[in-house]
């Protein structure tokens, strides 16, 4: 079942609903702002696919409490692509990522994260 309040959202909220869960470390809402079946690359050797893969790669990193993620800017491209300069922070080292977002209906269809 879709969540109302997600499918409301712009693309942009919903980039920001996953950061503000990152931060705060709350798995079930980091994982909440992605489709059942999204895909994220960039991250893991291989492709993490589907909400549960999500989950698992992400519950050991979010209880590290040193991790934490800032949108240095962001642009919208077209209305569903949200591209974003991040500065990804572990243990006071920050490593500049570059991350596109696919949006649809309020959840994050696709991610790409690109380190420098």
Request: hydrophobic content about 50%; overall charge negative.
């Amino acid at each position: 079942m879709t969540d109302r309040t997600a499918l409301d959202r712009s693309a942009h909220d919903t980039v920001q609903a996953q950061l503000d869960a990152f931060n705060a470390h709350d798995l079930d809402a980091f994982v909440a702002t992605y489709a059942d079946d999204a895909v994220i690359t960039g991250v893991a050797p291989e492709p993490i696919v589907g909400a549960e893969a999500i989950r698992a790669f992400y519950e050991p990193r979010l209880q590290n409490p040193e991790l934490s993620c800032v949108i240095e800017s962001s642009v919208l491209f077209g209305a569903r692509w949200v591209v974003a300069q991040e500065q990804v922070i572990n243990a006071g080292v920050a490593t500049e990522t570059i991350a596109t977002f696919d949006v649809a209906d309020g959840r994050i269809a696709r991610a790409s994260m690109l380190k420098a």
